[in-house]
């Protein structure tokens, strides 16, 4: 079965960076479309971006882009997520997740998924 491992969360400042990871066990990471998810405390869990498994196609909330890239990493076989410009509206669970529905588009809708990791904690804070 699929198994999904996020990593790379942590504290910043705002303005600053953080990279998560992914890691993607049992299958190729190619073989899955794959998102980025979020829950800030008391909200429900949004969709940050998603990359199709073929193409790829992305996608991005609007609160996110132009900040946020997703992408793939086939050599180390992770899905990956580079946060620049931190807000602390960013803070939050953010897991990752993968379907093999779709194949040309990608949705950032949660019930889409059928696989999810335990997630990472970011924290943007002064």
């Known amino acids: 079965q699929l198994q999904l491992v996020e990593s790379g969360g942590g504290w910043v400042q705002p303005g600053e960076s953080l990279r998560l990871s992914c890691t993607v066990s049992?299958?190729?990471?190619?073989?899955?479309?794959l998102g980025w998810f979020r829950q800030a405390p008391g909200k429900a869990r949004e969709g940050a971006a998603c990359?199709?498994?073929?193409?790829?196609?992305?996608d991005y909330s609007d609160s996110v882009k132009g900040r946020f890239t997703i992408s793939r990493n086939n050599a180390k076989n992770t899905l990956d997520l580079l946060m620049n410009d931190l807000k602390p509206e960013d803070t939050g669970i953010y897991y990752c997740?993968?379907?093999?529905?779709?194949?040309?588009?990608?949705?950032?809708?949660?019930?889409?998924?059928?696989?999810w990791g335990q997630g990472t904690q970011v924290t943007v804070s002064s």
């Open positions: 049992k299958f190729s990471v190619d073989d899955y479309t």
């Open positions: 997740a993968a379907e093999r529905k779709s194949i040309l588009a990608c949705s950032r809708r949660p019930e889409d998924y059928a696989y």
């Open positions: 990359i199709s498994r073929y193409g790829p196609t992305t």
